[in-house]
C-alpha cells in the first residue's frame, strides 16, 4: 500500500516536473528494487518503512559532509530530497516521550549497564521506527547509567545478588 503510494507520488512529481522528488523517489524505488531482488519477495510496509528510513539516513549523512565541506548548493538538494522521503515515515517520537518508554523498559527488565543490547532490542520493538535510533541509543545509555548508579548502596558497593 505505502509503495502504490509512493509510484502515485512519482507520477505527480513527474507531471509537475519537480526534478527533486522525482530524484528522490526514483532512487527510492531503485533501493527497493534492489532490496526486493536480495530477499525474492516484495516487501511488507515494516520493510519499505526501514529502507526509507535508511535513505533519509544517508542524506542526513550527506547533508553533515556537505556542510563541512562548505557545499551548500548540494545541502540543499539534500535536504530538499531528504524532505521528500520523510514524509512516508511515521510521525517522530519526541525526547521526552521515548526517555519515558527507555526509563520504563529499564524498569521493567530490571536492567543493568551490561543488559544495553536487551534494553535497545525491547526499545526498538516498542517504537516501530518512530524514533531515530541513535537518539534511542544516547537514551538507553543515559538511562541505564543513572539506573545502575541508584541501585548502589552508600558504601558504592552493589547490592548482594537475590536482594
Known amino acids: 500500500m505505502l509503495l502504490e503510494q509512493i509510484d502515485a507520488d512519482l507520477k505527480i512529481a513527474l507531471k509537475e516536473k519537480n526534478e527533486t522528488t522525482t530524484s528522490a ?29 535508511k535513505k533519509v539516513k544517508q542524506h542526513k549523512d550527506s547533508i ?7 557545499r551548500a548548493d548540494l ?8 524532505a521528500a522521503l520523510q514524509k512516508y515515515l511515521p510521525k517522530q517520537m ?18 543493568t549497564t551490561a543488559d544495553f543490547g536487551r534494553v535497545m532490542k525491547e526499545v ?14 544516547q537514551l538507553v545509555k543515559e538511562n541505564l547509567s543513572r539506573h545502575s548508579n541508584s541501585t548502589l548502596n552508600e558504601g558504592g558497593i552493589p547490592p548482594p545478588a537475590g536482594k
Open 25 to 53: 523517489l526514483r532512487n527510492l524505488k531503485a533501493a527497493v528494487t534492489n532490496v526486493q531482488i536480495e530477499k525474492r519477495q516484495a516487501l511488507t510496509d515494516d520493510e519499505l518503512l526501514s529502507v526509507i528510513g
Open 64 to 70: 553533515e559532509s556537505f556542510t563541512a565541506g562548505n
Open 75 to 82: 545541502v540543499n538538494l539534500e535536504q530538499a530530497q531528504m
Open 94 to 111: 519526541n525526547e521526552a516521550a521515548l526517555g519515558m518508554i527507555v526509563k520504563d523498559t529499564i524498569k521493567n527488565l530490571n536492567a
Open 124 to 137: 526498538v520493538s516498542q517504537v516501530k521506527g518512530q524514533a531515530d535510533g541513535s537518539m534511542i541509543s
